[in-house]
């Protein structure tokens, strides 16, 4: 049973890969396979199942779905106020190149604010607004997926992984970021520049909203939402410094005082115009699939963690491969494939009593884990928020962007043991 999974897992993941070949949508290859592992996990290891086990996973899984969930209704409402013209409305270039630039820096900084998640997101959101053809849209996703993968890394709210370690006291918030800054910014500069060396021309921007919002929404509403809305994503990690509570409950308190400001905001207006600027109404437009494939996954990947995969994985590696920077470089190719989460969890686990705070192995652990997740779209949390929300093909991803993401994640690996031995020894 113990490799059964293994090989269920492999199998509902080449599903995953071939949705479009195979015309099944991902979203019901994902649930049924994160429901067949925990069936195989029950009968096959009955001692090590029990149902605190699947509500424990279930309790975490559940943050990250509430969060997901939030983020996207704030975006949405956004989105349906016009908010992002503000600054769509800036970005005048039709240059391919040159707009692929902004969109990769924007990006990077502002996943080290919020996070890799929440930017991915938000940007999409922009990008619908700039670009007008959905597969050269689907490059600019893909670097999306990228930078914020890599701005993510070098932050200690940036990404879940290095949120694990800052929390844990593995990094410090100083020391994380003079570490991993370079090398974070070489995962994204590296395939941006390689990719840039592929476009030429200009885009065609998308045919004006003919949605009548002109008529339910003022210049001034759509001021307030988008920097209510900025705001209160921005909020999230300076609410939970300042309450110790998840980040989730941060972005459901700014969904909620959202809501309530945009009921009284339109309360007056016509009943036809209210649900396309209300939470309510938005919410019907939230893509709800995408929740549901993430639910999945995340439940597969759970079951593997349970039964002890994971923990097999990490121990052979450690066996078998003495070298801590090799290591690293193999925990962000697996992060690839498997969520980083439980794959930084259990290298917590073999490690906290090794190696003391702010060790080389743990910048590494926080640089690989976070950037190794852009090398297949489903390698992170960022990458299956766009698959969603664009419709990206695994394949196309695979093809497309794969391999000037392996690329940009070696040479930032490079570029950390190089400033590893040369600078801070």
């Not at 492999?10 to 890969?17: E, H, Q």
């Not at 990947?301 to 994971?310: C, F, K, P």
Request: aromatic share 10%.
């Amino acid at each position: 049973m113990f490799y059964l999974m293994i090989v269920v897992f492999i199998l509902g993941y080449a599903f995953i890969a071939l949705e479009h070949p195979l015309r099944i949508n991902k979203s019901a290859t994902a649930l049924l396979l994160g429901v067949l592992m925990w069936v195989l996990m029950a009968t096959g290891f009955p001692e090590l199942f029990s149902q605190n086990t699947l509500l424990g996973h279930l309790g975490g899984i559940s943050e990250i779905l509430f969060f997901l969930l939030g983020a996207m209704t704030i975006v949405e409402l956004i989105d349906s106020h016009e908010g992002f013209r503000i600054i769509t409305d800036k970005i005048s270039t039709t240059k391919k190149v040159k707009l692929l630039w902004i969109i990769a820096i924007i990006t990077f900084f502002l996943s080290a604010v919020l996070d890799n998640l929440t930017t991915a997101i938000v940007m999409v959101a922009l990008l619908r607004k700039l670009i007008g053809d959905k597969k050269e849209r689907w490059f600019y996703a893909g670097m999306v997926i990228v930078a914020a993968n890599s701005g993510g890394a070098f932050s200690p709210i940036g990404d879940v992984t290095t949120i694990m370690l800052w929390i844990g006291g593995q990094v410090t918030t100083l020391n994380i970021i003079v570490k991993t800054f370079i090398p974070s910014a070489l995962s994204m500069v590296i395939p941006l520049v390689l990719i840039s060396a592929t476009m030429k021309g200009h885009i065609q921007k998308p045919p004006g909203d003919k949605s009548d919002h002109s008529n339910s929404t003022t210049p001034l509403e759509r001021n307030i939402v988008f920097f209510l809305g900025i705001g209160f994503l921005l909020f999230v990690p300076v609410f939970k410094t300042l309450t110790s509570l998840p980040p989730y409950m941060g972005i459901l308190l700014g969904l909620g005082m959202l809501w309530v400001i945009t009921e009284i905001m339109h309360k007056a207006k016509n009943d036809a115009y209210r649900p396309m600027v209300t939470v309510a109404g938005v919410l019907r437009r939230v893509d709800t699939p995408s929740v549901l494939f993430f639910l999945g996954i995340l439940l597969a990947v759970a079951a593997l963690q349970s039964a002890g995969q994971l923990e097999m994985l990490a121990r052979s590696l450690d066996k078998h491969i003495s070298n801590l920077y090799v290591i690293n470089i193999m925990i962000g190719l697996l992060s690839s494939v498997i969520d980083n989460v439980p794959l930084v969890a259990g290298a917590i686990g073999m490690y906290h009593n090794t190696f003391h705070a702010d060790h080389f192995f743990w910048e590494m652990l926080a640089y690989c884990a976070g950037t190794g997740g852009s090398i297949l779209i489903i390698g992170s949390a960022a990458g299956v928020a766009v698959m969603g929300m664009e419709k990206i093909d695994f394949i196309w991803y695979l093809k497309k962007i794969s391999l000037w993401a392996l690329i940009g994640f070696l040479s930032g690996s490079l570029a950390y043991w190089a400033m590893s031995v040369l600078v801070f020894t």
